[in-house]
């Protein structure tokens, strides 16, 4: 059986974060990412962070994933990076099995830190299983990773940041965008959604899908205002001759395989669905499992790389590779979280993170 | 169809790969997935519900949703939003839950 200290499962910002932190503790690292590239939604982030300096504030996010592997590259000698690799199950007696490029392994760690992310979300309306129906993170992948067109006119649902982000990027990439709409308000930063209104795209507060047309593809969307208690009001249709339609209703987390290792899950629906009971330490009920990222409840990439840096020192220190600067960087990265937490944007999240961790924030 | 001027992206194509799409001869480049170079070339259904045999195209772009399902050089059920495009690939529309190897 081969062995190693850590496997950690995703090599997107908390992964790559977890993996400089344990490496840079002395323990030998295992990244496995099922994707073709290393990243994870990083790679296809072309605008520029908010935040602070410490989380690359003001780079695009496709740098910082090269910083990241940049730094993560000083300890090569410690670090194996897999892609292509898809973690199939963490068993009973800590083994975990791979799919790698088609070949079957087995590996035992000492530790795991699963740091999967997240999924795009879907919402019930007839025909959103057409193709042409997608998840805006899944046109984002098409047209800044492979630069691929994904159509040429759009209706982009939802008006969080993702939504917003992803129209302009939409623009930039030369489709059109023929509306955004949201069944309440812009949830996003204005300064995104003012950018895009002045672009002369109507953002559209109170309206829902009502039917999605096509034979074999989106053909037509058409749009209706809903009342107070979602439903439908007759008369209030707009139609959009559009080839696709782009859904960004939120994301969940992605906790199957904790649910497989007997980490004890919780569901909390301002962090986006089930989330895994964890410690301070990022450890979850499985002792030998720890988490990072938006795995631990949907946040911004800015705090899955706090967290990965976290869970990389303390699932590091378990094995008694303990680093240097342990306690000031532990207490440093505790810091650098609640200031990420405390903005006006962030009050259902840490209602979210209240339910979660009671007093132990 | 590929985006060729991006303001802030370059997109440097590797080399050309030929595949087969349903028998029809399909070219894309290295660096491709089977569901990107499908959809540069304007393929985007990618296959047809279990029951109801409704078509079928990626969701998530990210290995996870198995919308995007097909039969590639006779193994079913490949997620082709993250398998790297190869030469003379056989990709196929799968019909029902695919045969287990």
């Known amino acids: 059986m081969k062995t190693t200290d850590i496997v950690i499962v995703g090599g997107g910002p908390a992964g790559l974060t977890a993996a400089i932190s344990a490496a840079s503790s002395g323990a030998e690292v295992t990244i496995f990412e099922r994707s073709p590239q290393i990243g994870g939604q990083l790679i296809k982030q072309t605008h520029m962070f908010f ?3 410490k989380q690359y504030a003001s780079h695009r996010g496709f740098r910082i994933a090269d910083y990241l592997l940049d730094e993560l590259n000083k300890y ?4 194996k990076i ?21 070949e079957y392994i087995k590996m035992l760690p000492k530790r795991i830190i699963v740091a999967t992310g997240a999924n795009e979300k879907i919402i019930p309306f007839p025909g959103n299983d057409l193709p042409g129906v997608y998840g805006a993170g899944a046109v984002q992948t098409l047209m800044n990773v492979y630069g691929v067109k994904p159509a040429d006119k759009v209706l982009m649902v939802g008006a969080g940041n993702i ?8 623009m930039q990439a030369g489709v059109e965008v023929a509306a955004i709409i949201t069944d309440l308000f812009i949830t996003g930063y204005h300064v995104h959604a003012s950018k895009i209104a002045r672009m002369g795209v109507p953002i559209l507060s109170g309206y829902t899908v009502k039917e999605i047309v096509g034979e074999e593809q989106v053909e037509k969307a058409i749009i209706a205002k809903i009342d107070k208690q979602w439903n439908i009001i007759e008369g209030t249709d707009i139609e959009y001759d559009v080839d696709a339609v782009c859904l960004s209703v939120g994301l969940s987390p992605l906790v199957e395989l904790l649910g497989q290792a007997n980490c004890e899950l919780r569901f909390i629906s301002e962090l986006g669905g089930y989330v895994p009971i964890r410690n301070l330490d990022y450890r979850t009920t499985n002792e030998n499992i720890f988490v990072a990222g938006d795995i631990t409840g949907i946040e911004e990439a800015s705090s899955a790389m706090v967290e990965g840096y976290i869970a990389g020192l303390t699932a590091a220190k378990d094995i008694a590779c303990i680093h240097d600067d342990y306690e000031n960087k532990i207490s440093d990265y505790r810091n650098q979280l609640d200031g990420l937490r ?8 840490r209602q979210g993170i209240e339910k979660l961790m009671g007093g132990n924030k | 169809m590929r985006i060729e001027n991006h303001p802030i992206l370059e997109f440097k194509r590797g080399n050309e790969i030929k595949f087969y799409f349903d028998g029809e001869e399909i070219i894309g480049y290295e660096g491709d997935t089977v569901a990107s170079a499908l959809h540069a070339a304007g393929v985007r259904v990618l296959g047809e519900s ?3 045999h409704r078509p079928r195209g990626f969701y998530c772009a990210i290995g996870n949703c198995s919308s995007c399902l097909m039969t590639v050089n006779g193994e079913s059920n490949v997620r082709t939003c993250i398998t790297p495009l190869k030469e003379k690939m056989t990709v196929e529309i799968q019909k029902g839950k695919g045969e287990i190897l």
């Not at chain 1, 892609?83 to 099995?97: F, P, R």
């Not at chain 1, 939504?163 to 939409?170: A, D, F, P, T």
């Not at chain 1, 405390?342 to 999240?349: D, F, M, V």
């Open chain 1, 82 to 102: 897999y892609k292509n690799a898809t973690v199939l199950g963490i068993y009973e007696d800590g083994v975990i099995t791979v799919d790698l490029d088609g």
């Open chain 2, 50 to 52: 279990v029951f109801k």
């Open chain 1, 342 to 349: 405390s903005g006006p944007h962030s009050g259902r999240l």
């Open chain 1, 51 to 53: 935040g602070s300096e």
């Open chain 1, 76 to 79: 090569k000698d410690k670090v």
């Open chain 1, 163 to 170: 939504g917003l982000i992803v129209s302009y990027q939409l």
